[in-house]
Antibody, heavy 120, light 107 residues
């Protein structure tokens, strides 16, 4: 079964850091771009960042709202995707989804999400 | 950045109705558009990619059309399980962006 499972969410104070993990199974992880997408409470979807596959140099892209604060990385040997979040702001409060990305062909596999709350 | 404007943002419909949702892009995105369905408390689900290609396992009552800047998602005969929020997404250029969503509720 193709599956993505996120972990690492929790409560953190403004200015703090948190690291999210995503464990992939059921498919060849190294063949796919991977993304993080978030959803603030009661709001719509916001793309956070992308890690391209090895064939594309593992290049990363970020939304302007997180660039310089968040880092997406991956470990193909462990089938895992990471999101390191620094200098967190209250507006980063959201459910964070790990997503398999088929480039122009859509995001076809989503994890169940992990909740990050930034509050004092 | 490419802005996606969905309309309507909310619609009330009955089982069996034909429903159309529009997504307009602020600049041309070829056919690099996807549609997602999201039900409360769950992750989004890919319905359509490349503007009109049905994702495997998605019922044929869903269809997509359009290219360039104007796109539509049509549900030919609304079923009880289709009441949800629908999002479009452009995958043409960074940053990837989503529309604001269309919530489909039971009339």
């Amino acid at each position: 079964e193709v599956q993505l499972v996120e972990s690492g969410g929790g409560l953190v104070q403004p200015g703090g850091s948190l690291s999210l993990s995503c464990a992939a199974s059921g498919f060849t992880f190294s063949d796919h771009h991977m993304d993080w997408v978030r959803q603030a409470p009661g709001k719509g979807l916001e793309w956070v960042g992308r890690s391209r596959k090895k064939a594309n140099g593992y290049n990363t892209e970020y939304a302007a709202s997180v660039k310089g604060r968040f880092t997406v990385s991956r470990d193909d040997s462990k089938n895992s995707l990471l999101l390191q979040m620094n200098s967190l702001k209250t507006e980063d409060t959201a459910v964070y989804y790990c997503v398999r990305d088929n480039d122009h062909y859509g995001m076809d596999v989503w994890g169940q999400g992990t909740t990050v709350t930034v509050s004092s | 950045d490419i802005q996606l404007t969905q309309s309507p943002s909310f619609l009330s419909a009955s089982v069996g109705d034909r429903v159309t949702i529009t997504c307009r892009a602020s600049q041309a995105i070829s056919s690099h558009l996807a549609w997602y369905q999201q039900k409360p408390g769950t992750a989004p689900k890919l319905l359509i990619y490349a503007a009109f290609t049905l994702q495997s396992g998605v019922p044929s009552r869903f269809s997509g059309s359009g290219s360039g800047t104007e796109f539509t998602l049509t549900i030919s005969s609304l079923q009880p399980e289709d009441f949800a929020t629908y999002y479009c997404q452009q995958l043409n250029s960074y940053p990837l962006t989503f529309g604001g969503g269309t919530k489909v509720e039971i009339k």
